[in-house]
Structure formats: structure tokens, C-alpha cells
């Protein structure tokens, strides 16, 4: 024995270096040097445990084991069985276990693994690892039960106690003890006995318990199990956890599963924060493909993140006092939200159909409200993970929801607010989804990328920010107009928000001086704002790049390239607005005024900037525009702006006014005299502008300086007039708080000009004098502009009037200006928009009023059909007379418009921009006929009136400003390569406002709008009562021209304002209903009481009135395109359909006779005309009925009218027009057959039939179609019937022929209607083909092939139907004979086997079919069919082209 002890204690010490050393751990408490006591109790038990190899020890000693431990179990095992006194024995050995575990520490010793003792010199007799003597007596199924019931019964004993010395629970070590057993003998019975432990057990023992049940039950007894821990979840959610946990390893029936599920999602808005995570992911593990989307939807529904965060002002302490600060709660719950992520990436990850069911889920969502914090992170998650592609669906997705407006920024903000700490580990997918939003051509979209930016900004770490900064930065550099503008914006937003933070990224914020190449100048200023606010800003945080932008600055100023000095004057104006702006008091001590320093820093770069631009008046005139600028926009220290505004009403005196004199020293190209003097009535002491002594004296010394090419000296130019006086001006409105008293003689006094009726003696002119006369005429309209843009908001009668007479002068001077311009060539106008890019670009399109090379190109290629096309048809002269005359028109215009004058419409960007508060002058009521005629002579009025040449004047004006603020991004977005032409020259002001500001100023003016469009209506009702109801005012009625167009343009002003897309974002829907209102209030007195649809209705039946006034068809279209954007803005559009559909039909059948008394024509009037019937065509409601009523009646008749007369039902189809009329037939016909439903299995015979009727209608309207080139065979025409003939065959072999497939048997007389009238469509398109090929006219030839091989397809897909049906015998090809557009045989292909051949469809026998249809049915084949031979040989003389 004693040898035995010793090796136990060697054993003991080898036992630490084994791989169980921490459950051993616990008896290590012993010296090992002490021999342990072993067990003495002579008890069966004893006995037969020693003799099959485990010696039982006391104390904290392990039991020991001699071999390994199957061996023992099968000694133990056989001992009993062999036992004279078995089965009896086995109780007796039970009962000496009990007895020996009655002793606590021997019980523990029994539940710990036994420590091996191997025999002398047999090291590998026993394993190093070996169960506890309990576990192994488990295992002998005839002692598992009674030990089983052992230790059940033994585990209550301890239940209470807790976690013993050394980690150990008694409790949890007794459970596994059952856990992994390899055959349990009665699995029901242990199931039963662990369930009603967990009743009475603590939670601890309970969670023991139940986690691992599927480690101790068979898979038989999952199912019960489950049902039980299901109604245990019910009752206690403490345990839902370990439930969970057990239930996602048992192996359930689906049906189970489902319902174990629903149970758990019942319970999910109870359960605690901690234990979401599991819940979540027990959730998603647990769904099949079937149910995934209804079980989505739910835990969507169900899992309220927004609880699980807390206050958010306690949060925000926290955030802001670091990481220290945050309290634990806090953390906790954003590492549950963490593990919730988790949970969903993972499962999102790995199963294809739950990230698709949510973003089914996500999309199924249609009310703003509904959306939920999870569901921006659930895109997030989808797009980071990218599993099955839902990378692109979440991007999809997210643009559709933003532009849709159901996401919306508060939910972004909320987002970012409580969850930045989770959202930090799917920054780069933010970063990308900002990106994409950022550069989508979408601007409904564009802002939400912004926010994105903005937001991780806010709330990431400084790397993050380093990132949102360089993908910023990314963006302004990469040139495209829109993504550029955006990114400056935020930037300059994130400057303004955190300066100190922005401080820290300066540097990267100055890398884009490099491409400033790319920057309009608009762009510029931004970047530059930015820029100095960083390095110059009150707190100067980014001072450590002040040096750079010295340097830059100077760098540009100093070069002689106009691009980099405007750059450089641009970016000095911008640094004296941060250095010279005004300070916030920081303390009472303070003045709150800046520095002298500081003070002597402006001044010196102003007169830096000064000085760089004295010698070029264009740079001059900048300055002064962008000094302007930063006055209008900036609030300037007192100091700066008195030093500024000093010096520059000092300056205006000294170069451009002078005292009226008797005479006007000099000598001038034209004798000066004083003109438009207001103020004739004032006393003595008067002053001038004092306009041509300059412009004659600058002219003669540019003359000079480029002969004798000396360095540029200062000289006053006329150039820097209208931008210094703007300066001028606002510096006294900023001064003297709108005030202009200091400057109002400027508004009546008289320009030096030369008498105007120089105008009319224009042709004796030289041409050097007529363009000092123009360049003098362009100087003074803008002079006057810039009066009215300074004067306009006055609110003084007398100044009022003087400001309508300035307009006035502009409008009289404009049709001086048109006369004086004819006949000039290669005239550059003075520039009047400076910060645009070189003057040159503009100078190309100077010229092209007097050029017409547009329209003389036009007229050539009418031309072309008449050559062309052979004669013999008195039709066909006929097309070919109107087609002349067509070509005629242009001409005839062009000599009218050399007699009147040109068109300043190209000559636009060298006008000064007008103020959008100019705008409010149409707030002045219009000026009548009758009031003019009785007030004819009198100079003097109590009220401002506008009369009908200004009211055009400032609508036109106003139009070409809504249409650049309001029209959709897309369309302003740069091409890749760059026009020669800048859109936004003349719209620098009106850049700076953004475009919401654009339509609130709008909305303001609606209802003036309205009443002028009154007036108007007014006017024209008059008319049509004194003429008997025809619109026949005299054609030299300029006062009816201008009212004709004004009314034109009020219809155009407000569909453009109506079509707005910003108008569809959730923030501006309170704008559109107060627009709507203004529209509705003009009808029936309503308040915002009423909805948006019935504000729409309203304001739909408001404008629906002026219908009988509409003076052309042009102004009809304008009418009608405005119903149809209204009739949008309501929830249901197709309301309106009909109303729609009825205007533009009466429209179009009402004869439009222009101002000289002649019918409306031309290409304009054709353009129209085209737009109204594709209106009229796309609202009617049965479009195949509406096209066949033309097609069938209107052209019938127009084919048996007169030459020169329309159709009786449609007047305006005549010769002329019926290009314009077949090709929208032709396309909205294509259209309507590709929306008709296709054929469906589940189709009812009902449906069936409804769907073939429909095929009937539009293949009757096809063959009238294509049957009218027999009659109007003009080059145009055949071009459009093949073009759209080859999509209409096509959407017929796609979507008609699967129906006639399954109709055939049904219905085989319709069928067969069907197919035979399809045939004759089908001949006279390959006649058409052979026609092209015979005049060898390739713009009909390259539709030939496509179309062939479509004939072709349709050939065999008919013979395919027939044997579907069995009725291939019904199939016969005959020869086709090429034949041209009459029906005369083409003599060059009559060789043996004609070219082409088709079916006879349906199952008439040839000679039962017409001697036409006997004798040649239609093939588009192109090779000959032999079929007695069964030869195929190929002709291929037809197609050798």
C-alpha cells in the first residue's frame, strides 16, 4: 500500500501538466508530499469499484483510476451481471453510492474527473483524461437510471449555495454530468424529471438546466421539449435567453419552429434590452425561405431601437465630455445594438432570402412615419456586407425611398444622434452610399447625400472626418457642375458648424487651388469664402495657411492672363470679406470692431487689387462687381465699409458724372446732346452722365495703345460704368439702411448721347460709326438696367414713375438697337457679364442673327424628297408644292426680319443681369388700351402702369430666370466635353440664391401672375366679341403682338414654376399648396382648410377657363402642358385624363390663323403641332379608337379636299402638316401595341377575347397607316412608316402572337381576320423596301434590313402557331414579285424564283383567296422556297447593297 500512495503522489504532480489542469485545480490545495487516506468502506461498492480499478479517496484527493475507463465499465458491468446475487446486487451497489456521497466532499470528489494511476512500466494504459466516477457508472445502462434519480435528487441539496471555493457550482457540475452521455436509457422519463426541476430551481440553476437540454435529450424528445420550453417563454421572460438558446440547437418540425417563433416575437417588445441580441438572431436563424419576408416584416415592426437608447441629452454630455464620461448604461445599450446588428449582418450574410425580405420589407413601407431607425441601419448592414449583390439593392433602394421623400433627414439625424458609436463600423458603406447619392443626376436625391456627409462629420472620430473631407474634397475637384457646387456647399456648411475641427483639415481644403482650372466663377467664390474663413476667420483657427493664400493671390493678380487675374481678384475680395468682417462683441470692454492692424492689412489688398486691375477695364469693372457682391452678401466692419464707400462715390464723380452746360466740348463721331432727362423741372445745378465724351475718347486711346503698344496706363472706360455703379449703390443702400436719397438724382438725370434719329439714316453709315453707334446703344440699355436694379424697391410715387419711364427707355432703346444691328458683321458688343469665362467664347455667337445658316440648312433638306421621288402622282406634286413652300417660309421671314431688325436673344450676355426684385415692378397694374388712347398726350398719371411692351419685357425676363433656377438639375449638368457657350452667363445674381428662394419669390408674384393672365384673357375676349369671334386682329398691331406673347409667356412662366422638382420634396410641400392656393382663391374662396387634391381640381378648373382665348396654337400647347403639370402635383392625375384629352382635341380641330390674316405654318407651328397631339394622343382613353378617327376619317378627307384645303374634322391636318400627324400616329400606335398586357396561362376566355380585340383595333389602324404611302409617298413619310412599321412588327411578334397561339382554336375566325389584314400591311412594307433600294436612298435603305429580317421571323412564327395547332396544311408559299410603291413590277428582278415569298395564312385554299392574294402572297424571305423539290436556293440580288 505504501508503494502505492508514492506513486500517487508522483501521479499528482505529472496530473498539473495535463490538459484537464483547471478542473483539477481544485485539489491542489494539498501538499503533494502527503500520502492521501484512502477509502477503507468494505461495501460492495468499495469492492467492486477497487477491484475494477478506481481506488475512492477522502478529502479534497481525486478519486483515483488504474485503467482506462471503458475497461472499467465493463468490469464493474460484468461483476454485477455474474454476481449469484444479481439483480438484486445492483441495488446494494446503489445503495453503497448513495451512502458514499451522502458525505459532501466525497460527492464533489465523485463529480470531478478522476486522476489516472498508471501500473509500473505501462505508460499507455490509461488516457490522460478520464470522466468523473459518476458520469462513468452512467455509462452501464443498467446502473444509469437509479444514478441518474441520484443525482437529481441529490441537486436541490445545493441549489442554494452558489458558487463554491475555487468557481465551482455544485449545480451546473451535476448537470453536466448528463450532458453527451452516449445512450440514455428512459430519455421521456429525465426530460419529465429536469422540467420539474426548472419549476422549483433558481433562475441560475434554470438557465443551467435549460441550455443544456439539447445536450442531454435524444432528438425523439425535441419536439416535447420544445412545446414545453415554448409555454415556459410565455410565462417567465427571465429565461428567455437560455430558452432561446436551447431551442435554436434542438432539431424542430418547421411547423413547430413557426410557432416556437411567433410565440418569441410575441414576446419581443418585453424582453430585456441585454437579451435582444439573442432573440434577434434566434429570430432570423430560424426562418425559411418561405416565410421570410411575413417574418421580416414583423421583427421590423416589433424591434423598437428607438427605446433602446437613452435620453438624448444625457447622451450628448457624455459624447461631448470623452469617453471617460460615458455612463455605463449607455455603453451597454450601444453594445446590445452592436450585437443586434450583428445578429441581423450574420444572418443577412449567410441566407440570400433574408436580405432580400428586407428589402422587400424596407420597400413595402409607403408612409413617412413608418420608417424606423433600423431600417437606414439594416442598408447600411446590406451594403457593407454585400451578400448576394444586396450592395446595389440597398443603394437602389435608399435613392428610391429619399426621392420619394419616406426617408427624410430627421430619421438620418436621429440616426447618427443615438447610434454613432454602432454606425462607426459601417462608415466606409456610409461614405459610399454619400457618394453615390452626391453624384446622382437625380437633384431630389442630392441633398441626402449632403446630410450623410454633414452627419458622420458630426459625430465620427478624427479620421472619420479626415475621410468625409478628402471625399469632399474628391468631388469639387472632379469638375462635374452640380457634384461640384454641393460638395463646396457643405464645406463651406462644415466651416460655419465646427471651424475648429475644419481648422485641422485646412490643408486638404487648399489642395483644391490646384484645379481651379475646372471652377466656374461661381464656384470659385466658394471655394475662396471657404478658404478665407478658415485662415482669416474671427477665431483664425486655420492662420497656418494664411501665408499660402497671400501667396496665391498675389500669384494671380500679378499674372496677364485674364482667366488667373479674375481668380485672383475673385479670391482677394473674398479674403477682405473675412478679414473686414464684422466682429461680435466677445466682451463689454470690446468695441466688436477689428483690429488696425487688421484694418491696414484690408486696405493694403484692396489697393493691391486695385492697382493689378486699373490698366485692364474688364478686370476693373470685376472688382467692382465682386466688391458689389461681397457688400450685398456680407456685413462689413463700419470702418471698412465707410473707407470702401468713400472712395468709391469719390471716384463715380470724378470719371462719370459732369454738370449740365449749354454745350458739350469735344469732337465725337456723332454730335452729343443730353437725352432722357427726367428732370427737366428742377432748378439750376443739374448733372450728367457723361457716356459718349467717354466712349469716344476710350475708343481713340485703345486705337493707340495698339498701335504703339505701350504699357498699359488707368484710363476711365464706359466698361466699369453699370458695375461701378452698383458698387455705388450698395454701398449707400448697406450705409443709409436701403435709403438712396444720397444718389437719386442719378435716377432722372439725362445720359450724353447723340440724337437717335441717326437710327433711321443707319445704311449711309460707316461701318466703324454704325458700331459706335451699337456699342453706344448697349452701353446706355445697360446703364438704364442698373438704374432700375438700384431704384426698383423705392417706394415713392414720383420715383416710381421715374423708374417705369427708365423701362420705358430700355424697351424703346432695345428696337433702336435691333434696326441698328442689321447688316453688321464680326461686331464684338461690349462685355457686360465679367466674371464668365473669356470674352471670345461669346463673340462666336454674336453673329448669328445675321447668318441664318440654321435655317438655310432646313430649307435645303426639304428639297431633297422632291428630287427624289418620281413623278406621275398629282398627289405627290402636291406634297412636293407644299414642301416648297415650306422651304420658302424661312426665306421670307428672313427678308421681313432684315427690314424690322434682328433678334437680341444671342446678344443676351451682353446685357446686365436684372435683380430678381425687378420682378416686383409687375405688381404695377397694366396699362389699358382704352386708358391709353385717352391719355395719348398726357405725360403726367396719378398711377404706374405698365404698358404691354414693358409687361413682355419683364416677363421674358422673368421666364429665362425661372427656367435656369427651376428647370431640373440634369439638364444644366456640364457634357463631358464642354460647350463653347456658358449657360449661366447673364445669371451670376441669381447663382447665389438657391433655388427654393427662386420659387418663394415666385410663388409671391402668382398673384399678380394671375391677374395679368386676367388682363390678357380680358383683352383677347374683347377682341373676339368685336371681330364676331375670330382672332383677326391687324397685323401691324404691335400692342396685340405684345399681348399675344406676354400671354404666351405668363402660361410658360408658370409651368416652369408648376414643374419644379423641388416642389415633389416633403419640406416644400407647404410652398406648393400656397401656390395651388393662389390658383384655387382666383375661383372659389377656400382657406388651407382644403386638401392638396381638391387645391389641385380647383386651380385645374381656373385655368381650364382661359381655353377660348387662346390666340395660336402655340400658346394653346403652353395652356394644355401647364393643365398636365397641375393635374401631376395631385395624388391622381388620371383624374384629369379626360379633360385633357377633350382641350387638346379642340385644339387641334380649330383653325389657327396667325396676325397677318394667313393660316399658322412653318416648322415652329409643326414642332407644336406634334407636341399637342402626342398630348391629346397619350390622355385620350381608348388610344387605338382616337388614332383610327384620325387615321380613318380626318385623312380620308383631307385626301379628297382641295389642294390647298385641311380636313374638315381636323383643320389643322392639311398637306402640310400631315408629316407631323402620320409620324406621331405611327409612334403613339407603336407605343399604345407595346402596353397592351400580354398573354397569361391564367388568362379567363373573358380577358382572352378582350386582349385579341384589342390586336384586332391595332392592326386595322396599322394597315390604314401604312396603306396611306400609296397616297403620300414623300421621302419623309416612307422613312416613318419604316422605322415605326419595323417596332410595330416586332411588339407584334412578341406580345401578339403567344395570344393568337392559344386563341387560334378558340377563336380561329378572328385569327384569321387578324393575320389576313396584318398580311396586306406586310406586302406594302416590302414593297416599301424594294422602292428604297431601286432610288438607292440610304436614309430609307438602312432600315431595310432590320426590317426584312423581322418580315421574315414573322413568316415562320405564323407557320409555328399553325402546327401548334395542328393545321400546318393551311401553310402555303407562293413567289412574290418585287414590286415598287404602285404596284408595278421591278423589271431588273424578274428572274426564275422571285426574291421574296410569304405565307397564306389561316385555312382558306388559294383558290378560294382573291386573284390579288392568288397570285402573290406576301413573303419576307429572302431566299426562294421550291416546294415540290424541297430546294432552297438563295437569290441574293436584292440584297447586294
Known sequence: MMRKKKRSSVDKEDETTTANKAKKSRSTGRQPKDAAPEETNQSIFGVFLREAGVILKQGGTSNEIAVDQVVFQKRIQQKLQKSPRYPGIVQEFITGLESHIEDPEQFRNCLLPCVPRLPDGDSGAVSSFQESLLRMLMGIEMLQKSTINILLEKLPEFMLDGVGEGGLSIPRIIINQLKWLDRVVDGKELATKLMELVSVAPVEVQRDIITSLPEILEDSQHDEIAKELNSL???????????????????????????????????????????????????????????????????????????????????????????????????????????????????????????????????????????????????????????????????????????????????????????????????????????????????????????????????????????????????????????????????????????????????????????????????????????????????????????????????????????????????????????????????????????????????????????????????????????????????????????????????????????????????????????????????????????????????????????????????????????????????????????????????????????????????????????????????????????????????????????????????????????????????????????????????????????????????????????????????????????????????????????????????????????????????????????????????????????????????????????????????????????????????????????????????????????????????????????????????????????????????QVLNTTFSWSGFNQPGQRGLLKKALGVLAGRLKEGGPELTLEQLVKHSFQYLLNFRSTMHSLSTALCLSQLLSTVAEKGGNPAAFREQSASLAKHFLSQEWVAASGEKERGSKFNDTLNTLLSIYLEHADDVLKAIEEIAGDGITELINAAKDESSATWPTLNRQTFLVFYKVLMSELEKAARKIPPYRTSDNTETQSEKLLTWNLAVRDFHILVNLVKVFDSRLVLNVCLKYGRLFLESFLKLGMPLLDNSFKKHKEDVQSLLKTFQLSTRQLHHMCGHSKIHQDTSLTNHVPALKKSLELFVYRVKAMLMLNNCQEAFWIGNLKNRNLKGEEILSQMSQGSDDEEEGPGSLAPQEQSGDEAQESDSEESRTVNRGDNTIEDDDSDDSD
Open 233 to 1051: 417563454l410565455r410565462e417567465n421572460t427571465q429565461l428567455t435567453v437560455p430558452i432561446l438558446d436551447a431551442l435554436s440547437s434542438l432539431s424542430l418540425s418547421s411547423s413547430l419552429l413557426a410557432e416556437v417563433r411567433e410565440a418569441v416575437m410575441a414576446t419581443l417588445a418585453a424582453v430585456q434590452l441585454d437579451d435582444l441580441p439573442v432573440v434577434v438572431k434566434f429570430i432570423l436563424h430560424s426562418v425559411s425561405s418561405s416565410d421570410a419576408y411575413e417574418v421580416v416584416c414583423n421583427l421590423r415592426k416589433k424591434l423598437e431601437l428607438e427605446q433602446c437608447i437613452l435620453p438624448p441629452v444625457s447622451h450628448a454630455k457624455s459624447k461631448g465630455s470623452g469617453a471617460a464620461a460615458s455612463t455605463p448604461a449607455a455603453g451597454s445599450s450601444q453594445d446590445s445594438v452592436a450585437l443586434i446588428l450583428d445578429g441581423i449582418k450574420s444572418a443577412v450574410r449567410f441566407q440570400k432570402t433574408i436580405s432580400e425580405a428586407w428589402l422587400k420589407a424596407i420597400e413595402s413601407v409607403d408612409e413617412v412615419e413608418d420608417y424606423k431607425v433600423i431600417d437606414l441601419l439594416v442598408l447600411f448592414i446590406l451594403h457593407s456586407t454585400n451578400a448576394n449583390q444586396s450592395r446595389r439593392g440597398a443603394e437602389k433602394l435608399l435613392k428610391v425611398k429619399v426621392r420619394t421623400g419616406l426617408i427624410q433627414e430627421s430619421l438620418l439625424q436621429k440616426t447618427f444622434r443615438d447610434y454613432a458609436q454602432v454606425m462607426r463600423g459601417y462608415f466606409s458603406s456610409i461614405l459610399a452610399l454619400a457618394q453615390g447619392l452626391l453624384r446622382s443626376p437625380d437633384p431630389c436625391v442630392v441633398p441626402f447625400g449632403g446630410h450623410m456627409y454633414r452627419h458622420s462629420f458630426t459625430a465620427f472620430d478624427s479620421y472619420s472626418r479626415q475621410e468625409v473631407v478628402g471625399a469632399l474634397v474628391t468631388h469639387v475637384c472632379s469638375g462635374v457642375g452640380g457634384e461640384v457646387d454641393v460638395a463646396l456647399e457643405l464645406l463651406c456648411g462644415l466651416v460655419t458648424e465646427k471651424p475648429s475641427e475644419m481648422a485641422v483639415y485646412a490643408v486638404f481644403v487648399k489642395g483644391i487651388l490646384d484645379y481651379m482650372d475646372n471652377l466656374t466663377s461661381q464656384q470659385i467664390r466658394r471655394l475662396f469664402h471657404l478658404l478665407s474663413r478658415l485662415a482669416f476667420g474671427q477665431q483664425q483657427q486655420g492662420s497656418h495657411i494664411q501665408d499660402d493664400m497671400h501667396i496665391v493671390i498675389r500669384k494671380q493678380l500679378s499674372s496677364t492672363v485674364p482667366k488667373y487675374k479674375r481668380i485672383g481678384i475673385i479670391g482677394a475680395v473674398m479674403i477682405v470679406g473675412s478679414m473686414g468682417a464684422s466682429r461680435a462683441k466677445l466682451k463689454e470692454s470690446q468695441n466688436g470692431s477689428i483690429s488696425q492692424e487688421t484694418f491696414r492689412q484690408v486696405t493694403a489688398l484692396l489697393e493691391l487689387v486695385k492697382s493689378s486691375s486699373e490698366s485692364s477695364p474688364e478686370a476693373a469693372a470685376l472688382y467692382y462687381d465682386e466688391m458689389a457682391n461681397l457688400v450685398l452678401t456680407s456685413t462689413l466692419d463700419p470702418q471698412v465699409l465707410e473707407m470702401i464707400s468713400k472712395t468709391v462715390l469719390e471716384d463715380f464723380q470724378a470719371d462719370f458724372v459732369v454738370d449740365l452746360s449749354p454745350d458739350i466740348p469735344g469732337s465725337f463721331p456723332f454730335p452729343a446732346c443730353y437725352m432722357y432727362d427726367l428732370d427737366v423741372d428742377e432748378s439750376q445745378g443739374g448733372i450728367a452722365i457723361n457716356l459718349l465724351p467717354i466712349l469716344a475718347k476710350d475708343m481713340q486711346s485703345k486705337g493707340e495703345q495698339q498701335s504703339s503698344n505701350k504699357k498699359a496706363q488707368r484710363r476711365v472706360s464706359t466698361l466699369c460704368l453699370s458695375p461701378f455703379f452698383r458698387l455705388l449703390r450698395l454701398c449707400e443702400e448697406k450705409q443709409n439702411q436701403g435709403d438712396l436719397e444720397e444718389i437719386d438724382a442719378l435716377l432722372g438725370c439725362p445720359v450724353i448721347l447723340t440724337d437717335m434719329d441717326v437710327v433711321e439714316k443707319i445704311e449711309s453709315l460707316s461701318k466703324s460709326e454704325r458700331e459706335f453707334l451699337c456699342t453706344l446703344l448697349f452701353y446706355t440699355i445697360n446703364w438704364f438696367r442698373e438704374v432700375i436694379n438700384a431704384f426698383c424697391r423705392q417706394k415713392d410715387v414720383e420715383m416710381k414713375m421715374k423708374v417705369m419711364t427708365r423701362l420705358q427707355n430700355i424697351t424703346y432703346l432695345q428696337t433702336l438697337l435691333e434696326k441698328a444691328l442689321t447688316g453688321i458683321t464680326g461686331y464684338a458688343p461690349p462685355v457686360a457679364n465679367f466674371d464668365g469665362e473669356s470674352t471670345d467664347v461669346v463673340m462666336q455667337g454674336s453673329t448669328a442673327p445675321v447668318t441664318k445658316t440654321k435655317k438655310e440648312g432646313t430649307g435645303k433638306k426639304r428639297k431633297a424628297p422632291g428630287k427624289s421621288s418620281p413623278g406621275g402622282s398629282s398627289q405627290l406634286d402636291e406634297t412636293t408644292d407644299a414642301d416648297k413652300t415650306m422651304q420658302e417660309q424661312p426665306e421670307k421671314e428672313k427678308e421681313k426680319e432684315s427690314r424690322t431688325g434682328v433678334s437680341l436673344v444671342s446678344y443676351r450676355p451682353f446685357f446686365r443681369e436684372l435683380d430678381i426684385e425687378v420682378l416686383s415692378m409687375l405688381q404695377c397694374g397694366l396699362l389699358s388700351r382704352s386708358v391709353l388712347d385717352s391719355e395719348l398726350q398726357s405725360k403726367v398719371r396719378e398711377e404706374v402702369l405698365l404698358g404691354p411692351a414693358e409687361l413682355f419685357f419683364l416677363l421674358e425676363d422673368m421666364l429665362r430666370k425661372v427656367e435656369f433656377s427651376l428647370t431640373a438639375a440634369p439638364a444644366k449638368r456640364a457634357p463631358f466635353l464642354k460647350g463653347r457657350t456658358d449657360k449661366s452667363v447673364g445669371f451670376s445674381h441669381l447663382q447665389q440664391r438657391s433655388s427654393k428662394d427662386i420659387a418663394t419669390c415666385i410663388v409671391q408674384l402668382l398673384p399678380t401672375l394671375c391677374s395679368h393672365l386676367e388682363n390678357c384673357h380680358n383683352h383677347f375676349q374683347t377682341l373676339l366679341s368685336e371681330n364676331n369671334g375670330v382672332m383677326d386682329g391687324p397685323a401691324t398691331d404691335v400692342h396685340h403682338q405684345l399681348m399675344s406673347s406676354a400671354y404666351q409667356l405668363l402660361l
